[in-house]
């Protein structure tokens, strides 16, 4: 009949409605929670920015935001002696400085990447730089897990010379082969 026949195209508005109702309701959300991630990766990095300043002014520190990271490249000099992987006593206070941003970063990945240059050879036991670069790596990751830093959020990569940051072979992009850098990104 018409009105059973009307009855069924009501229900069939409602149900339409209430799904449209959700669907909008899941996207404000996610806007919301995109929202509060921006807004969180701008306040690492404005945290970064403040607590390194000195060494952003004396070139030994770059600090990049892109794409939801915030990416800390940190020169050699600052963390290690030239082919060793033991942090230096400056490099570990360099590492207390950055440690209330990262453990203010909870929903977030802490990758650490070593990388080195062709340069002189590695000081043993490290047979390849790509040995040293992935030692200093673990020896920073275990260190910030010592800190407190959760071990489930934090990864340790190694770089090697395979993937530099620059590859012209410029004196001062060959510095910048030589270095740290602690990421900052989504878990996922």
Known sequence: SAS???????????????ES??????????????????????????????????????GQVTILERKGKVTVDVREDILFA????TIRPEGLMFLERVLPTLRNAPERLIRIEGRTDHGAAPAKPYATHWELSA???????????????????????????????????RPEERTHNRSVSIIVQPKD
């Not at 990751?141 to 071990?151: C, K, P, V």
């Open 21 to 58: 109702s959700n669907l909008q309701e899941r996207l404000a959300k996610q806007d919301r929670t995109r929202e509060e991630d921006v807004k969180a990766v701008g306040k690492t990095y404005e945290s970064l920015v403040l607590a390194l300043k000195d060494e952003i002014a004396q």
């Open 135 to 169: 030692a200093r790596a673990i020896n920073i990751t275990r260190h910030l897990e010592r800190l407190g830093i959760d071990a489930a959020l934090l990864a340790a990569a190694a770089c090697g010379e395979e993937r530099p940051a620059a590859d012209s072979g």
């Open 82 to 85: 030239p082919g060793e992987a």
């Open 4 to 18: 059973k026949a009307l009855g069924q195209q009501r229900e069939k508005t409602f149900a339409l409605e209430r």
